[in-house]
């Protein structure tokens, strides 16, 4: 059973770019969460969809943005980029999301803004 | 707000020394507390589920146990592929996770 699959890897953008991550979640799988993770911050809650829905979401700023597509598959936005938004970005899937079940996390974008 | 602290830090233990990571919370309804296990460059990795004050789960050298107000992860006789930060994350019911900031576990040979 493949896990939750995250692209791409590795990415640098200058500042003032936008960038989108993908993430494929496990098959069945209905609920995609994205979160942030920096050394200072640790991982911090971005945003969940279910079923194509936003159903919760974090303290960020309106530039980052995601959306979730029929197949479950997920993708984040983030415009007008700036330094600080330099992060290793995670995405976890659930079969329903909260209340229920274990999240299982992809191997996450490292976003490097310059 | 919910709230989730982790004790020490960092850690580093001599092959087969035993000890214990501390998740200490404030939640407003816990619906599960979770322990993670994230090798650098890596996602976290599901480790554990607690639901209820008295749960114990174990896996392996790990053993996970909750109280009202903190979780602990016992590491029994660690080897060296046991070196990884340990995250702790609580959720309310209908919330999302809330994470604490981790401990980094260093297992020496």
């Known amino acids: 059973k493949a896990g939750v699959t995250q692209t791409p890897r590795y990415l640098i953008k200058t500042r003032g770019q936008q960038v989108t991550l993908s993430c494929s979640p496990i098959?069945?799988?209905?609920?995609v969460s994205w979160y942030q993770q920096t050394p200072g911050q640790g991982l911090q809650f971005l945003f969940e969809?279910?079923?194509?829905?936003?159903?919760n979401k974090g303290n960020f700023p309106g530039r980052f943005s995601g959306r979730q597509f029929s197949n479950s598959r997920s993708e984040m936005n983030v415009s007008t980029l700036e330094l600080g938004d330099s992060a290793l970005y995670l995405c976890a899937s659930s079969l329903s999301g909260p209340p229920n079940t274990e999240a299982f996390f992809g191997q996450g974008t490292r976003l490097t803004v310059v | 707000e919910d709230q989730v602290t982790q004790s020490p830090e960092a850690l580093r233990l001599q092959e087969g020394e035993s000890s214990s990571l501390n998740c200490s919370y404030t939640?407003?309804?816990?619906?599960?507390l979770f322990w993670y296990r994230q090798d650098p460059g890596k996602g976290p990795e599901f480790l554990f589920t607690l639901y209820s004050a008295g749960e114990e789960k174990e896996k392996e050298r790990l053993k996970a146990t909750l109280t009202k107000k903190e979780s602990f992860l016992h590491i029994t006789a660690p080897k060296p592929e046991d070196s990884a930060t340990y995250l702790c994350?609580?959720?309310?019911?209908?919330?999302?996770?809330?994470f604490g900031p981790g401990t980094r576990l260093s297992v020496l040979p």
């Open positions: 994350a609580v959720q309310a019911w209908g919330q999302n996770f809330v």
């Open positions: 939640v407003s309804g816990l619906r599960g």
């Open positions: 098959s069945g799988h209905r609920s």
């Open positions: 969809y279910f079923s194509e829905t936003q159903r």
